[in-house]
């Protein structure tokens, strides 16, 4: 019976995930958009990793996923879910456009992000990458969704989710680090989740302009 519910559940948000228009009431921006949900599963339980229309990734409901991110076609507003199933020990794989490929600041599309699902759950979704000698770094910012009572609106989490904010060099300053950027090997998020059921991400065609450091 919970796995049908489940079935129920993701359908519904497939249903809701097409290029569509979004409502200036839940604060994000007016227009198309695709959306990408991240839904977490308890450990034990099973769920059909596929024919979710490529908007779904799983994570654990509590404790540590990776989503590995794959550089889609450059300046091409496409993206897809590569591999669903992000509770396992390889991961899930999203592929998404170079949003500043020259690591300006200003990106020429933006994410917003909220938490869905029962009330109570929270999770810590933070952008890294791996370094030539196979090093990881995380950034020092993180998008912390909090699922509280009530209606949840959207926030612009380009920040968090396309840039890497750490150290590298050593020199006592945190630099910006694009997702993508060519110094660097394998981009991810990594999402550590304590009982969050839903998180909902919407990717529009607006530009977001980031801090330097």
Do not use: C
């Amino acid at each position: 019976m919970k796995k049908l519910v489940l079935v129920g559940v993701i359908a519904a948000l497939v249903a809701s995930a097409v290029v569509g228009i979004a409502s200036a009431s839940n604060g994000a921006p007016s227009g198309a958009h695709y959306n990408l949900n991240l839904i977490g599963v308890a450990k034990g339980k099973t769920a059909d990793m596929n024919g979710a229309n490529g908007h779904v990734i799983f994570v654990n409901l509590d404790g540590k996923s990776r989503i590995w991110l794959q550089e889609g076609p450059e300046d091409i507003f496409d993206f897809q879910v590569i591999d669903a199933n992000g509770t396992d020990n390889n991961g899930a794989t999203f592929q998404l456009p170079n949003p500043d490929p020259l690591n300006t600041g200003t990106t020429w599309y933006s994410v917003y992000a909220r938490a869905l699902g029962k009330p109570g759950g929270h999770g810590n979704i933070t952008s890294g990458f791996i370094d030539e000698f196979g090093q990881e770094w995380l950034s020092v910012y993180s998008y912390l969704p909090v699922r509280e009572k009530g209606k949840m609106t959207f926030e612009n989490v380009t920040k968090y989710l396309l840039y890497v904010y750490v150290d590298w060099d050593l020199d006592g300053t945190v630099e910006r680090v694009n997702i993508f950027n060519d110094q660097f090997e394998d981009y991810f998020w990594d999402y550590d989740n304590q009982g969050l059921k839903l998180v909902q991400l919407r990717f529009y065609e607006v530009s977001t302009t980031v801090p330097a450091s």
